[in-house]
DNA sequence: CGCGGGTTTGATGATGCTCAAGCCCGGTGG
DNA sequence: CCACCGGGCTTGAGCATCATCAAACCCGCG
């Protein structure tokens, strides 16, 4: 259960182990199944999610009713709305389940009181926001400066685990085209490969 | 000098005078000319920079050449590589001046010294830190939803301060499109009106 | 006066969308 | 066992949007 977590810290800070069981003892585990929402837009995200098992994704939904995917979520992955989750505003989001998953959830005063007990932890929240913060700019970056194949491109080779897993229809909803212009791009590689 | 920088935080905390002139000794006035550089791409962005008198811009270099606008910053804001300032990364971005500006510089150690001295600045940086986040996201979402047009109307309603003063060459490029396009969207947006 | 930048305009073309139909395939019920 | 769905993917035709290339224009400034 904890397994995952485990390597996840350890991958960031050096902690003992008992100092690992103490932080342990703040999430609460969760499974949750295909279809069964996350947060709803309009909501306060009142948890953060570690992905242990499974796969979800947050999402917007645009005044033509089209969604737009801002992330997925796999194993060893988080996944949340963070301004509504450090603000208490309402989440413009909406977080669903794309395959049956478990997750580790964490409140945010589970949260602060974990960054008290240990404080290293503190360090592996702040290297996260960190990561967040380069993953948006980049995708803000190139979407301003490459073209739909280029960014599908990009996705393959910087999500290679996703693109198993998730259906073309989601992933051309990430890169911001339909899902006929993926299918077509996808044509034109496979004709040039 | 520190008058705008005053009403900045006061708009966020209440300081003491005494605290507020605590703040303003780790700041480090500087005048910039324009076409000069504040941060070159592959530099360290070591310190952050409030403007008081003019206007900057952040930008990114693609493949082709072509600059693609991150931000400006007029009176009252902020600019710096965010990322690069917290991890020590070498920066992504250039950082040019548009107007001959004043700014006031704040480096790592002086904010870490700041908000020992002066816990409250440690609310304000939060508060930045957040908006940077909604600003962000929002812009994602924009991206991938929006046409060029109505991102440009809603560039106009969000920054209606900066359209007066930077060129629609700048502004182009910060919504991703070219400065034809963006010609012609004036065009047709006079002519509806 | 003439240079130089930013902007505008025109013609053409590429990219990606929309609407519509067909296809593939796994699941369901007769 | 097979016919019939239904969802996701593919394909096609036509269209809207925006880029590109090229030229003209405007205007402040040396």
């Known amino acids: 259960m904890f397994n995952l977590l485990k390597k996840h810290i ?44 499974g796969c979800l994704r947050a999402y917007s939904v645009d005044a033509r009713g089209v969604e737009h995917v801002l992330q997925f979520a796999i194993e060893d992955w988080w996944i949340s709305d963070p301004l509504s989750f450090l603000t208490g505003a309402p989440s413009t989001y909406t977080i669903d389940v794309l395959e049956d998953s478990s997750v580790l ?40 400066s490459l073209s739909a194949e280029e960014r599908y491109t990009r996705f393959l080779e910087t999500y290679p685990k996703l693109t198993e897993r998730i259906s073309q229809g989601q992933i051309a909803s990430y890169l911001g085209i339909t ?10 590689r496979s004709r040039k490969a």
Chains 1, 2 share one sequence.
């Open 105 to 144: 959830l964490l409140d945010k005063p589970a949260r602060e009181e974990m960054m008290i007990a240990v404080p290293m932890m503190e360090r592996v929240f702040r290297l996260l926001q960190e990561a967040h913060l380069v993953a948006t700019h980049r995708r803000i970056t190139e979407s301003l």
């Open 10 to 53: 350890a991958a960031r800070v050096s902690l003992t182990d008992e100092e690992f069981e103490t932080c342990c003892s703040y999430f609460v585990p969760k499974n949750l199944k295909k279809h069964q929402f996350f947060l709803m837009e309009g909501e306060v995200c009142k948890q953060i999610a570690f992905v242990t098992k």
């Open 179 to 188: 899902p006929q212009s993926l299918s077509r791009i996808r044509k034109d």
